[in-house]
């Protein structure tokens, strides 16, 4: 393997670590052969990556479409603003008294939205592909009484609030997403609120089985408890009343 010089070194000093793996690997045939292919495979992962990006971007920019179609001036603005986060399994996203900051669009993972009175209670397991934020928090911008945790490594891409006020006030068509992602909130959790309040705790869970079965395999049952707001031994009767049910074809 050939030597460097004391200035090739110093120079070195200033690049990349792959570069500098690459330039002190040699030069014979063989090694510059294997410096060539190396570089050629990482520069296809970087372009890998980048086209990942945009892929995940157009899903966002789909959901936003279906709201309103948005003019190509807007869609090259939030491409401009958008900033990918990483998440690992329990770390915390907002944690009660932070003020909530960004809003959030989950690629990949899953998260849980809690607060604490007396005991826990879980308002929102969401997966890949929601929007979330703690909403009055963000949009008040005073302090959450909620948190926001990560169930699993998460993937997500964000907007601050100071940047969602100047994209608004740039682009005023994007004022019509953004009341239809409030309104749509507020909704939902009207709906929830009503179904736990109407239902008893056989047909809460019915209600997991049937329209979120993926929670089942990806959320421990101590946290199913608090989404379906029900203790262990409540929980536990009414998955075997369920499951007794269809043993019997009701």
């Given at each position: 393997m050939s030597s460097i010089t004391k200035a090739s070194k110093a120079a070195a000093l200033d690049q990349p670590t792959e570069l500098k793996v690459f330039r002190d690997f040699g030069s014979t045939p063989m090694a510059v052969y294997i410096k060539h292919t190396w570089i050629i495979?990482?520069?296809?992962?970087?372009?890998?990556?980048?086209?990942?990006?945009?892929?995940?971007?157009?899903?966002?920019?789909?959901?936003?479409?279906?709201?309103?179609?948005?003019?190509?001036?807007?869609?090259?603005?939030?491409?401009?603003?958008?900033?990918?986060?990483?998440?690992?399994?329990?770390?915390?996203?907002?944690?009660?008294?932070?003020?909530?900051?960004?809003?959030y669009f989950l690629e990949s993972g899953l998260v849980r939205i809690y607060h604490v009175d007396r005991k826990e209670v879980t308002s929102w397991l969401l997966p890949e592909g929601h929007i979330f934020m703690s909403v009055s928090s963000f949009f008040e911008q005073h302090p959450s009484y909620e948190?926001?945790?990560?169930?699993?490594?998460?993937?997500?891409?964000?907007?601050?609030?100071?940047?969602?006020?100047?994209?608004?006030?740039?682009?005023?068509?994007?004022?019509?997403?953004?009341?239809?992602?409030?309104?749509?909130?507020?909704?939902?959790?009207?709906?929830?609120?009503?179904?736990?309040?109407?239902?008893?705790?056989?047909?809460?869970?019915?209600?997991?089985?049937?329209?979120?079965?993926?929670?089942?395999?990806?959320?421990?049952?101590?946290?199913?408890?608090?989404?379906l707001q029900m203790s262990d031994s409540s929980f536990k009767r009414a998955r075997d009343q369920y499951y007794a049910n269809k043993r019997k074809g009701k």
């Amino acid at each position: 393997m050939s030597s460097i010089t004391k200035a090739s070194k110093a120079a070195a000093l200033d690049q990349p670590t792959e570069l500098k793996v690459f330039r002190d690997f040699g030069s014979t045939p063989m090694a510059v052969y294997i410096k060539h292919t190396w570089i050629i495979k990482l520069e296809r992962f970087l372009l890998f990556g980048k086209r990942l990006n945009l892929i995940v971007m157009e899903q966002l920019f789909i959901l936003f479409n279906g709201i309103r179609k948005m003019s190509p001036e807007l869609i090259a603005h939030l491409r401009k603003i958008l900033k990918r986060k990483v998440f690992k399994k329990g770390e915390f996203m907002l944690m009660e008294g932070q003020t909530s900051n960004y809003i959030y669009f989950l690629e990949s993972g899953l998260v849980r939205i809690y607060h604490v009175d007396r005991k826990e209670v879980t308002s929102w397991l969401l997966p890949e592909g929601h929007i979330f934020m703690s909403v009055s928090s963000f949009f008040e911008q005073h302090p959450s009484y909620e948190n926001i945790v990560a169930l699993e490594d998460c993937v997500c891409w964000c907007i601050s609030y100071r940047e969602l006020e100047e994209a608004l006030e740039l682009f005023p068509e994007f004022e019509r997403h953004h009341g239809r992602i409030l309104r749509n909130y507020y909704g939902f959790s009207e709906l929830r609120r009503f179904r736990l309040a109407d239902q008893d705790i056989f047909e809460r869970y019915a209600m997991l089985e049937e329209k979120e079965p993926e929670l089942l395999q990806r959320v421990p049952h101590n946290i199913l408890w608090t989404y379906l707001q029900m203790s262990d031994s409540s929980f536990k009767r009414a998955r075997d009343q369920y499951y007794a049910n269809k043993r019997k074809g009701k």
